[in-house]
């Protein structure tokens, strides 16, 4: 992974999920969930993935997937105060 | 600059009102060994065609292509993922036609990105490996794809890929 590696991160999903079980467990799982379009940017990486991508949010902790081309998308969470508030700013909350 | 010559079956020719034929060819994952003949030969014929080719993919997969063809005769300009899509993203590139290689479920969500990103470009999506039905079955964005089950040998591939951009096939 490039600068998220450096954060402190969880892994929700195991190695290797679709993108689309990853908008389904978001989906399913937070009460609060925000959509950006693939090519968002956040922790200073280009989200990638079949739009709308969902981002589920508790407090100040972020759950988004994170897809590099060998290894399937990843389903991350990062607590950053600063980001997730950027988010509930600039994506699109669920109805 | 002069544009290059029109040449039947060649991209720019595809695509109309386009005649720039800037090209992109993004590849995945190196795991499958179909993808990097297949990118050389594209890269071949796209730039025998007159195409201004970029190729993208991850650092592992633009190596080998490195140290496939020492001299460049087939590959031209590469660029690793990030920045390319990083360039795309704040619209400092933009091309006429995107070639995306995906034999994983990654590869298709570059691909639905480069079309979000790429509205109005021609995408061409090939979906090969040992099972690419149920990968190509989970495109349900406007793309065109070529499908064939294809690992280590490149050969059905190569001749779907002629029949798409109207390459004619070569005997060899």
Redesign the interface.
């Known amino acids: 992974m490039?600068c998220i590696e450096n954060l402190k991160y969880e892994m929700l999903l195991p190695l290797?999920a679709?993108?689309?079980e990853c908008r389904e467990y978001v989906e399913k799982n937070f009460a609060e969930v925000w959509y950006v379009?693939?090519?968002y940017?956040l922790f200073d990486?280009?989200i990638?993935?079949?739009?709308p991508i969902a981002l589920g949010l508790d407090g100040g902790k972020i759950v988004f997937p994170y897809?590099?081309?060998?290894?399937?998308?990843y389903l991350l969470r990062i607590e950053d105060d600063d980001e997730a508030a950027r988010v509930r700013r600039t994506a699109r909350k669920k109805k | 600059m002069t544009e290059p010559p029109e040449i039947p079956g060649s991209v720019s020719g595809l695509v109309p009102g386009k005649v720039s034929g800037k090209a992109l060819l993004l590849?995945?994952?190196?795991?499958a060994p179909a993808q990097q003949a297949i990118a050389l030969y594209i890269a071949h014929q796209l730039r025998t065609h007159g195409s201004d080719l970029l190729i993208t993919?991850?650092p592992?997969?633009l190596n080998l292509l490195r140290v496939s063809d020492p001299a460049k005769h087939y590959i031209g300009p590469m660029m690793v993922?990030?920045k390319c899509?990083?360039e795309?993203?704040e619209k400092r590139r933009t091309v006429d036609l995107c070639i995306v290689c995906a034999h994983?479920?990654?590869?298709?969500?570059?691909a639905?990105?480069m079309r979000?990103?790429l509205p109005v470009s021609r995408l061409v999506v090939i979906i090969f490996g040992k099972d690419p039905g149920p990968l190509a079955a989970?495109i349900?964005?406007p793309c065109e794809k070529i499908v064939e089950k294809a690992v280590h040998n490149p050969m059905q591939l190569k001749a779907k890929v002629n029949e798409v951009f109207g390459w004619v096939a070569s005997r060899t």
């Not at chain 1, 897809?67 to 998308?73: E, F, I, L, Y």
């Open positions: 490039g290797g679709s993108f689309k379009d693939p090519g940017k990486e280009y990638i993935g079949l739009p897809t590099k081309p060998c290894h399937g998308t | 590849l995945g994952c190196p795991e993919g991850n592992s997969v993922l990030e899509i990083e795309i993203v994983n479920d990654a590869a298709i969500a570059y639905a990105t979000h990103l989970a349900d964005f």
